[in-house]
């Protein structure tokens, strides 16, 4: 209802009209200027431009043995999808190992094997040795070489390494106011002073008289026999291997 009264609203009106109160009705050839605009929703939009335009009937897939009720709405066809996955990127092939590389390990470990060996050889030698005959290296053995000696009292004869120097001491029919020293080899390797000397006597040169043969690592030092001074002394040949 409106609040607003117009001027001649009493005369307009009327006792018996239950619609006295609204404003008149305009004239029918009266346009009005302003008219009131409705703002349609986006669903009424859409519903009308559905009516504009026709919609195309839906392809139905129906099935040769299947043909449906009369008055049911047909079923859904059911689309065949593909779905595309991508394929996993191709793995890199690992390049082969050359055969050389196998080899260049294999002598490189043999290397270090042969060095290891030969290391632990020298070391339980060495340790060996130290047990055996002691630093400065020293042996001794009992003979009969015809030097006032007999089986029962043999000489006596003592080999040292001292420093690299061999020195060899004997004591004829074991006594020692007779004793006599020879000197051997001198040896000037490195760790020369570490090698054990040892001595054997057989006949060298073939005269009937036991020669005194001095070992040191892998050579031999021979010292010839003279039963007329009783001593020995150097053979032409005094190193054999």
Known sequence: MRDTQYPDEDFLLGEDDPYASNPPRPASSAIRLNQPVTRRSSRDMSTEMRRAAPVPARRTQQRADFSPLPGASP???????TTSYERPPAKRERKGVHWLLYVGLGMIAAIALWVLGASALAWGTNQYNNIVYGYPRTFQTNAVVGHNDSPANPSHFIAVNLKGQIIIFELPGGDPSKSTDYIGPD??????????VTLSFRDVNHDGAPDMIVH????????????TTKKFQACSQNATP
């Open 75 to 81: 079923a859904r066809p059911v689309r065949n999808v």
């Open 187 to 196: 040896l000037i390797g490195p760790q020369d002073d570490l090698l054990p």
């Open 216 to 227: 040191v690592a892998d050579k031999d030092f021979n010292f010839c026999n003279n039963l």
